[in-house]
């Protein structure tokens, strides 16, 4: 069973930075790797990905703000979120999808980040 575990989330400060880790059970050396972010009463929305060859990809309102990296040595994606708002309130997810059989889409459990003074 493909585990997709994330970590690194917590209360932060408005201004403050923190790092989520999210570790795969699997190779993701063919994953595409994306964490979205689902806030109480709204969809889940994409907020950085990043391709096997390290091509990312960021929402708007995070561009500048946060950095999306992957170690495929590891099998792990990073994000490091700076300059956080209390708008970056929600629960950020951990998204593998294969680059070649879309079908095989994982995700994690979810860390909660709250940015709150």
């Known amino acids: 069973q493909v585990q997709l575990v994330e970590s690194g989330g917590g209360l932060v400060q408005p201004g403050g930075s923190l790092r989520l880790s999210c570790a795969a059970s699997i190779s993701t050396s063919a994953y595409s790797m994306g964490w979205y972010r689902q806030a109480p009463g709204k969809q889940r929305d994409l907020v950085a990905s990043i391709a096997p060859t390290g091509t990312t990809n960021y929402a708007g309102s995070v561009q500048g703000r946060f950095t999306i990296s992957r170690d495929n040595t590891q099998n792990t994606v990073y994000l490091e979120m700076n300059s956080l708002k209390p708008e970056d309130t929600a629960v950020f997810y951990c998204?593998?999808?294969?680059?070649?059989?879309?079908?095989?889409?994982?995700w994690g459990q979810g860390t909660q980040v709250t940015v709150s003074s």
């Open positions: 998204n593998a999808q294969h680059i070649l059989y879309s079908h095989f889409s994982y």
